[in-house]
């Protein structure tokens, strides 16, 4: 059979059906934010979005959740949600993906959340719902359960754009060799314009019924959204990824209703420009660049060759170092405590601790916060160095990646913050027309790197300071995901070939 007529097939008589609805939230003034200082939301801008799509081709069925609501992610919040909406649409947990946005601009959804990062040496009680909580799952089953009746044949189209004004590398380099975490006050220092490495892809994929009308499009792109976020003032906004959602879908509803969401990429080591002083103003205008750039690809907008849905879950080790020695976490204990004491004291030069560097936007009692939190593991490796416990920990992070391939393109799921070079392996590497690797997948492991950026000590790359508890990580580290993302694409791909050979 040829590619022509594949493609025929694809387009005239998809097997694959697909429904989304969407959704928006404004969560009460005063709210409890996500702000370690224990801040409360001092504006609500407007409601936070959400998108439920169903995904069907007969032999599989899946539903995916965008959101920019943030804190989706803690391991018990995630896991009530998942299995809630899986119960209510008669699916395997594993078929219920939330992505996040990231967003920070956003509320808290339990009282007793818990990250992934920060349960592995306690039991993770269930998720205890705020009201807003109750009222995003509330509505979360409303629309998911409308999904099966309105699925309907669609096809898979999809378009590249790109987008290279709005983001930054955040990782910086000295002189010396060693790195640091770079927020805006020091991202001008090195020009106003400065963007260092990043990835500036923009994926558009849009679904579209057999009238030839988009019933629904998902997007990517990889930077944290934290233009308008500020820890200590926090308000309730999208920040630009819904901005840019909301762009596309104005344009694509000249048809009809076609509900937009966003996948967010592997950011860890991204940001957006004037991170903690941009404001919503700003994150705005971002929002309508970033929104036009995704309106731009649709010149571009091509079918795809494949039909139908392939769906996989695996787990991967991700190796771990041994634990620092004796004298260095005495030494960085030492180090931490004397600058708490500053830092509470109200020292403005409180601006480095054990490798981790922070701006004058936070007050020094903020960052006193943050040191006391990565305290706590130089005290928990300490105990098992002191009780020759050394050796008992894990040596790797059981982690649980999906892959989904949906007509020509690839989506792969990371629970966790992936360094935009896992991305760029498995973008690389993969065999499909399009690969779109996401991090901010369900749950969160918090950071992960890439080889390349083992072993820093910038906020990012030694996030297991932050975790409860887990060493560092070895490298190769999160090349392993991007490994075994790409063995699954691949057999993916294989697979759709023999089906397509073999059809009538």
Request: with cysteine.
């Amino acid at each position: 059979m040829t590619i022509e007529m594949h493609r025929s097939i694809a387009t005239k008589r998809p097997r694959l059906r697909a429904a989304a609805l969407q959704f928006g939230i404004a969560p009460e003034p005063d709210a409890e934010s996500d702000s370690r200082t224990g801040a409360r939301v001092v504006e609500v801008v407007g409601p936070l979005k959400t998108t439920v799509m169903l995904l069907d081709d007969g032999a599989a069925r899946l539903c995916l959740v965008t959101t920019h609501f943030g804190w989706t992610t803690p391991v018990n919040v995630c896991e009530l949600f998942r299995q809630t909406l899986a119960q209510d649409l008669g699916l395997p947990k594993s078929h219920v993906l939330i992505f996040t946005s990231h967003n920070h601009c956003c509320v808290a959804f339990a009282s007793n959340a818990v990250h992934t990062y920060g349960s592995y040496a306690r039991e993770v009680p269930p998720a205890e719902l705020l009201p807003i909580g109750e009222r995003f799952l509330t509505a979360l089953q409303e629309h998911a359960r409308r999904l099966p009746e309105l699925l309907q044949p669609v096809t898979v189209w999809w378009a590249e754009g790109h987008e290279g004004r709005i983001t930054y590398n955040r990782k910086g380099r000295r002189p010396d060799g060693t790195t640091y975490f770079m927020r805006e006050q020091d991202r001008v220092l090195l020009g106003t314009d400065y963007h260092g490495d990043m990835d500036t892809q923009a994926p558009v994929v849009v679904f579209k019924n057999t009238s030839g009308e988009a019933i629904a499009a998902l997007t990517q792109f990889t930077g944290h959204p934290v233009t308008a976020y500020h820890p200590e003032r926090p308000v309730v906004f999208g920040e630009w990824p819904q901005v840019a959602c909301d762009v596309l879908a104005k344009h694509l509803e000249r048809q009809t209703v076609a509900p937009v969401g966003f996948l967010q990429g592997c950011a860890g080591d991204v940001s957006s420009k004037e991170m903690f002083v941009g404001g919503v103003k700003r994150s705005t205008e971002f929002g309508h660049m970033l929104g036009q750039s995704y309106i731009d690809a649709l010149e571009s907008l091509q079918p795809s060759l494949r039909d139908g849905l392939d769906f996989a879950v695996e787990r991967v080790n991700v190796p771990l170092a041994p634990l620092p020695a004796r004298e260095v976490l005495i030494a960085e204990l030492e180090e931490m405590d004397d600058f708490i004491q500053r830092a509470k004291s109200g020292d403005e030069n409180t601006l480095s601790c054990v490798g981790q560097n922070f701006p004058r936007a936070l007050s020094p009692v903020f960052r006193a916060g943050l040191v006391e939190m990565v305290r706590a593991w130089n005290v928990w490796a300490l105990g098992l160095r002191k009780d020759g416990r050394a050796d008992s920990v894990a040596r790797h992070l059981d982690m649980e990646i999906a892959a989904i391939r949906v007509g020509d393109v690839g989506i792969v799921a990371l629970p966790c913050e992936p360094f935009q070079g896992i991305g760029r392996q498995i973008r690389r590497a993969s065999p499909l027309p399009i690969c779109i690797p996401c991090g901010y997948a369900n749950n969160s492991h918090g950071y992960i790197t890439d080889s390349a950026n083992t072993g820093d000590q910038e906020y990012m790359s030694s996030h297991y300071r932050y975790t409860r508890f887990r060493l560092p990580f070895k490298k190769p580290a999160g090349d392993v995901l991007a490994d075994r993302a790409v063995k699954i694409l691949g057999r993916f791909a294989k697979e759709t070939t023999d089906r397509n050979e073999h059809a009538p």
